[in-house]
């Protein structure tokens, strides 16, 4: 199941339960007891997804009132944070909702709807239960024939599959030959050829059906295909074909892609396997398309093609395959040359960024120029310092670029993979020299183009240097000039940077990455439109973004931590052309060119801050985000690791830019957080906070953070922002700063300290801090304005510090004496009452800040801010890693403002 699960017990009894596995054990980790009341959190690590388990419950202690209960269920996936009641549990309903969701999303790829004709009846929209599971065992949703049969019992019982009939026994009925007692109807799930169709009117059917594509493939044959999930795309492709034998016959098999993940390399094994028809088991034989060298058509008709396997394969060289249709045999093609370990020459350049630039013709007069080369792992294919006199196209295997040092030996800078082009400059400037060094880091296998037959070519396509220069080399100079943390390259940097960047042909509709895919690429949109959409694995809805096109950049997540999961699905809105760069040469590129990852990822960061609602972030100006950006560190964690410990002191807040993490309280784990979600916060404006709960990543994780520190330097010339933001995240916990800075709250403390008859300590601070910022911009040497500052500091002194004055303010004598001795000398200037200012703050916190707390005027401050404290639970603090309860009593409040002691100098120098 995996995730977190929270159960709470809203009943008046004691809550018992425990779970049992297939085999009878009872699992130790799932006897569980709740009083009325609590709530009890597990993180699963142990409930398989897909397998069945026993659940038994009891509610109450008395053996005569009790109530008792059992569900089978199968364990259905859980990504987040499962809440759950106990009387949820009793009444069955939710958790057979969740099963039978996520049952229904397993079954539904292998549903093959057709229009059945059978002894003269038509039966539409509908599907034979055998084939169904047979489709779910060879596929592996189901572990065995069984297994199979009980998924699917589950969703008939819940009429998701609706039963049709018998079509056996339904001849007999129309020929009068059918015997009831002999051969009963039975509306049961069997694994027999029993015809079904979906409950369409079913509310999870009905949620469901629109976001789900119908995959035609053959004739008058659908299948469903999750538009999301990648997987289903190849559990879709099957059906008939014709497979060639050796005598030159041709033998009908049912087809059938399968596919898993190798456990040591993580890479997708597939094979395309053969079966005597759509409901056999066992297949016939195989083809493994991990050794497939390149397939082609073969026949004039386009239905027959040939797939043409490596030597280093066990089984046959070669395979010949017809479909029904030449519509058919171009699906199979286009899925089976992903697998094609060896390109033919239109292939190679079709695989390139010149598809985009050349037409058809000039592709197949191009590809006749192309020569093979194959260079040993170990030698050199390029020399810097050479004249360029090919351009090379890398089909197999990988090559090095060095540039280099000062002491003239080759630093080895960057890998380039298939499908790679180098060399073009050759293309513009038939005397260029190379700038770098090439070597092959393995066996590879390239195609070469000579200036001579470029020469050849071009006298046939004139048009064609203007094309591809404008390709690539104007095209990348532009595209690197929209990305704002590549701007004002030097030319140096820019030869090196081009040559890691990699051209990319998207078609329209074509998936360019799938949300939770590993991402190990930065990409520059070239030309084109895509679509960013995120996917409800529980709806299955999908959920637009938005739309980038020309000069759009995504991706920069990967350059500073590869293979962490995608956030987003990007697909083609119409053909477009990427610059990707990888990760690793980034990082090495990051050390030549001397950027700051901070400023890499800087725009991604203020994205982040409009996306994300996090509450406080409403009193930070927009137009300061950038810069508020640039405060923050940016933390990389791997899975499990702790980001902070209960009992330690907090001094930083993060937000969660990518991963999850999980709260835990005394070791029991209470929720987890996700991306966009915020926590600690309360460190950053609370003095002396320790930490109530322990933090540890979940999954691979990245962390936005900034310390105490550098939080308050950023608000260090926006006093009153910082007090807002202050009074949102702390509430009563708040220092005497947050309040008299913030606009509202200096006011409503002004109120109440009149309700008190204490307003002159106040008034006094407001004046004093007033007359500290006028005299600032006075120059004292000036006689008008010395004269000016004078009689000001006689009426603040006259009005507050005489003794005989009415508002006299309560400073220490010799404070007043000071301030006194200063003002009368003519000596006056803008820190005359900085040091009163502080000591009249001190008191005021002191004595009037607590019951401030609880007064009519603090709670209408909170609800102007937008105060946590207005929507405090229980654990609310806990939730946010902050000090604990925010509950406690008044007193206890009122305590711990009054021994809270403030510096002077943080609030006078403001």
């Known amino acids: 199941m995996g995730g977190l699960i929270s159960i709470q017990n809203d009943t008046k009894e004691t809550f018992q339960g425990d779970i049992i596995d297939v085999e009878g054990e009872v699992l130790e980790e799932w006897e569980i007891s709740i009083k009325p009341g609590d709530t009890y959190s597990i993180e699963d690590k142990t409930l398989r997804v897909g397998d069945q388990y026993r659940l038994r419950m009891m509610l109450g202690s008395d053996e005569m009132d009790r109530k008792e209960d059992d569900q089978i269920l199968f364990v259905f996936k859980n990504d987040g944070t499962l809440k759950l009641k106990v009387t949820e549990l009793m009444e069955q309903q939710k958790l057979r909702n969740l099963e039978v969701e996520h049952l229904f999303e397993q079954i539904l790829p292998g549903i093959r709807i057709e229009d059945t004709v059978f002894h003269g009846k038509k039966y539409e929209k509908s599907f034979f239960a055998k084939e169904l599971v047979t489709y779910l065992v060879v596929h592996g949703v189901a572990q065995d024939v069984d297994d199979a049969v009980e998924k699917c019992r589950v969703l008939a019982e819940a009429n998701i599959l609706v039963f049709l009939c018998d079509p056996m026994i339904q001849m007999l009925i129309d020929c009068d030959m059918y015997d009831a007692k002999r051969n009963p109807v039975s509306n049961e799930f069997q694994n027999k050829s029993l015809l079904y169709r979906l409950g369409e009117t079913h509310p999870i059917v009905k949620d469901r059906f629109k976001n789900f594509a119908m995959d035609e493939f053959g004739s008058k044959v659908l299948r469903f295909k999750s538009k999301q999930n990648r997987l289903l795309s190849y559990r879709g492709l099957e059906g008939w074909l014709e497979k060639k034998k050796r005598l030159g016959f041709w033998q009908r098999r049912y087809f059938r892609v399968l596919s898993h993940n190798d456990e040591e390399t993580g890479r997708l094994l597939a094979q395309l396997a053969y079966f005597d028809n759509n409901i056999s088991l066992e297949p016939k034989g195989w083809i493994n398309l991990n050794f497939v060298q390149h397939v082609d058509l073969v026949d004039k008709k386009k239905r027959s093609f040939a797939v043409k396997m490596l030597r280093t394969n066990d089984g046959k060289s070669n395979y010949v395959l017809r479909a029904v249709t030449p519509e058919v045999a171009s699906h199979w093609l286009s899925f089976l040359r992903l697998f094609s370990k060896v390109l033919s020459p239109v292939d190679t350049i079709q695989r390139s960024v010149l598809v985009c630039t050349l037409s058809d013709a000039q592709i197949h007069d191009f590809a006749k120029y192309l020569k093979p080369k194959i260079v040993k792992k170990g030698k050199w294919i390029i020399k810097r310092g050479s004249v360029i006199d090919h351009c090379y196209f890398l089909e197999i295997g990988k090559v090095g670029i060095y540039t280099g040092n000062l002491d003239g030996k080759e630093k080895h800078y960057w890998d380039m993979e298939p499908i790679s082009f180098f060399g073009e400059n050759m293309i513009f400037d038939t005397e260029s020299v190379n700038g770098v060094s090439i070597k092959a880091e393995e066996d590879c296998e390239l195609r070469k183009l000579s200036t001579k037959d470029w020469k050849m070519f071009l006298t046939e396509h004139s048009s064609a240097r203007g094309q591809l220069r404008n390709m690539l080399e104007f095209g990348i100079n532009r595209a690197i000039e929209l990305v704002p943390f590549l701007k004002g390259l030097k030319p140096t940097e820019l030869e090196i940077l081009r040559l890691g960047l990699h051209y990319e042909v998207l078609e329209e509709g074509k998936v360019l990455f799938y949300e939770g895919d590993p991402g190990d690429k930065f990409y520059i949109v070239h030309s084109g439109s895509l679509k960013i959409a995120r996917h409800n694995p529980r709806t299955e809805e999908e959920t637009v973004l938005g739309e980038c096109g020309k000069g759009a950049v995504f991706g920069e997540i990967s350059l500073m931590l590869p293979n962490v999961p995608r956030t987003a699905t990007i697909i083609a809105q119409k053909r477009s052309i990427l610059i990707s760069l990888k990760g690793k040469f980034f990082k090495d590129f990051v050390k030549i060119a001397g950027l700051d990852i901070r400023t890499v990822m800087r725009e991604s960061i203020v994205n982040t801050f409009h996306q994300y609602k996090i509450p406080f972030f409403d009193a930070i100006p927009r137009d300061t985000y950038r810069q508020f950006a640039e405060a923050l560190r940016i933390e990389c964690h791997e899975a499990d690791q702790v980001i902070f410990k209960e009992g330690e002191e907090g001094d930083k807040f993060y937000i969660i830019y990518l991963g999850e993490i999980s709260v835990s309280v005394g070791g029991r784990p209470l929720v987890r957080l996700g991306e966009g979600q915020y926590f600690g916060e309360i460190a950053i404006v609370v003095e002396d906070l320790l930490r109530t709960a322990t933090v540890r990543t979940t999954k691979r994780t990245v962390l936005l953070s900034m310390s105490k520190d550098d939080f308050r330097g950023f608000f260090a010339e926006r006093p009153e922002a910082l007090a807002d933001v202050e009074l949102r995240i702390a509430g009563r916990k708040c220092q005497i700063r947050s309040i008299i800075y913030h606009p509202k709250g200096i006011e ?88 009163s200012e502080g000591e009249i703050i001190t008191l005021i916190s002191r004595d009037k800040l607590g019951p401030f707390k609880f007064s009519p005027e603090f709670e209408k401050l909170m609800e102007v801010v937008g105060g946590y404290n207005l929507i405090s639970t229980k654990h609310a603090k806990r939730l946010r890693g902050g000090s604990g309860d925010w509950t406690k009593d008044r007193e206890q409040l009122n305590k711990e403002n009054a021994e809270r002691k403030i510096e002077s100098a943080k609030h006078a120098k403001q």
């Open 748 to 835: 409503l403390f002004t109120s109440y300290l009149k309700s008190q008859y204490a307003e002159e300590s106040i008034e006094f601070w407001h004046e004093a801090r007033a007359f500290r910022k006028w005299a600032k911009a006075k120059n004292i040497n000036d006689k008008f304005d010395r004269k000016q500052l004078d009689k000001k500091a006689t009426e603040l002194m006259e009005k507050y510090i005489r003794p005989e004055s009415d508002r006299q303010v309560n400073i220490s004598a010799s404070m007043a004496k000071r301030v006194i001795k200063e003002v009368e000398s003519g000596e006056a200037s803008a820190s005359t009452f900085l040091e």
